[in-house]
């Protein structure tokens, strides 16, 4: 298996078609409509940006991906990042998961990301179990946060820390403009 930087362009209908039966068939994605290539690959080239995008392939074929993207618009998440991963349905439990995340967790370290995060609409025991062995830890669920196939959907949040922060590296808390009011 290669595991290897997707190129936007190229990698957006495979990576569409890993991702679609997610969509369609199950709730561990809550779009509703699968995205087409070309929003796929834009939301590739997106991510690309900031942060690294994998793919593995196994004989030529694109069978999962991973990546890690932006937590939250505001500063002072800016080194936390969100992680997600997918993996073909005909490969689950043969380590793609395994080693996109192998390879995905420590660039984001590289990058200077402190922590990870990871969203799993449940129940998903196979997601939770492949966060849960790289050390990411349950931190809450958003109740009936999602709506999908005739039901409401719980979001549970694992976090892992991929550094621990130091005093004199925490960054300062950003001061919102003058005159802004929360």
Known sequence: ML???????????????????FVTDSVASLEEEPPDTAEFGARMQRVCRTYPWLVAELDDRIVGFAY???????????????????????????????SLYGELLPMLTSQGVYTACAGISLP??????????????????????????????DVGWWQLALREPAPEATPAELAPPPGRHP
């Open 68 to 98: 890690g993207s932006q937590h939250h618009v505001r500063a002072a998440y800016r080194w936390s990042a969100d992680t997600t991963v997918y993996v073909s349905a005909d490969h689950h439990r043969r380590g793609v998961g395994r």
């Open 124 to 153: 998903n025991p196979a997601s939770v179990s492949l966060h849960e062995s790289f050390g990411f830890a349950p931190v809450g669920v958003y109740r009936n946060v999602g709506y999908k196939h005739g039901r409401w959907w």
């Open 3 to 21: 595991i290897r930087h997707a190129d936007p362009v190229g990698d957006a209908a495979a990576c569409a078609a890993v991702y679609a039966p």
